[in-house]
């Protein structure tokens, strides 16, 4: 079974251009988060998607961030126009419909590497 | 006030060590408590779950869970350097969104 994937696995732009990264979960997760790890802090999260619907975007840090899940299936996380304290490794990680005998374990992608210069 | 606290180390062991992680927290609704355990430029992998106060034993680690006093802790027996890698405890109220650590980086040295 294929793993959570994402793409690109290192960017590097210049302040105030725009990057999309690209996450595809294990097939048949209805939930798919991302989370950011800023150097030396914790991973935060972003955002949770339930099929194609956010359930809860609190962690998005301004409207220079947007996500989409395309029917359900892989997401994309665009930031327009990038800063530099955007830098940082953004993991994706996705997880079965949480059930009573699910853990809601989440499975993570290897991360997005994001340095803005 | 983070709303979970967790020593960055580094911590080094020589191999055969027993090693001793914690992590405290101050949001008492949470209910499941975990410990992710990521490789170098890799993603975290969920190493240890759990969700009442007490032990969890899995081979050679051990997670313990003190609600109590909102705190928790990973042992490792017999560590070995494959072990090296950075533990982040996590945890999650109910099916909400996960709260990580900062993650303590683990090297053994053999």
């Known amino acids: 079974e294929a793993g959570v994937t994402q793409f690109p696995s290192h960017s590097v732009i210049e302040k105030g251009q725009t990057v999309t990264l690209r996450c595809d979960p294990i097939?048949?997760?209805?939930?798919l988060y991302w989370y950011r790890r800023v150097m030396g802090k914790e991973i935060k999260f972003l955002l949770h998607?339930?099929?194609?619907?956010?359930?809860?975007e609190s962690g998005m840090p301004n409207n220079r961030f947007l996500a989409e899940r395309t029917g359900g299936t892989y997401s994309t996380l665009k930031v327009q126009p990038a800063e530099l304290e955007d830098s940082g490794v953004y993991f994706c990680?996705?997880?079965?419909?949480?059930?009573?005998?699910?853990?809601?374990?989440?499975?993570f992608g290897e991360g997005s590497r994001l340095t803005v210069l | 006030q983070k709303e979970v606290e967790q020593d960055p180390g580094p911590l080094s062991v020589p191999e055969g060590a027993i090693v001793s992680l914690n992590c405290t927290y101050s949001?008492?609704?949470?209910?499941?408590f975990m410990w992710y355990r990521q490789y170098s430029r890799k993603g975290p992998e969920l190493l240890m779950y759990?969700?009442?106060?007490g032990n969890k034993e899995d081979g050679r680690f051990t997670a313990q869970v003190d609600k109590s006093s909102k705190y928790i802790s990973l042992f490792i027996r017999d560590s070995q350097p494959s072990d090296s890698a950075t533990y982040l405890c996590?945890?999650?109220?109910?099916?909400?969104?996960?709260?990580f650590g900062t993650g303590t980086k683990l090297q053994v040295i053999p």
């Open positions: 990680a996705s997880s079965p419909h949480p059930g009573a005998a699910n853990t809601g374990e989440l499975f």
């Open positions: 097939s048949g997760h209805d939930n």
């Open positions: 998607f339930v099929k194609e619907s956010k359930q809860d």
């Open positions: 949001n008492s609704a949470f209910q499941y």
């Open positions: 759990t969700y009442s106060s």
């Open positions: 996590a945890m999650r109220g109910g099916y909400q969104k996960v709260t």
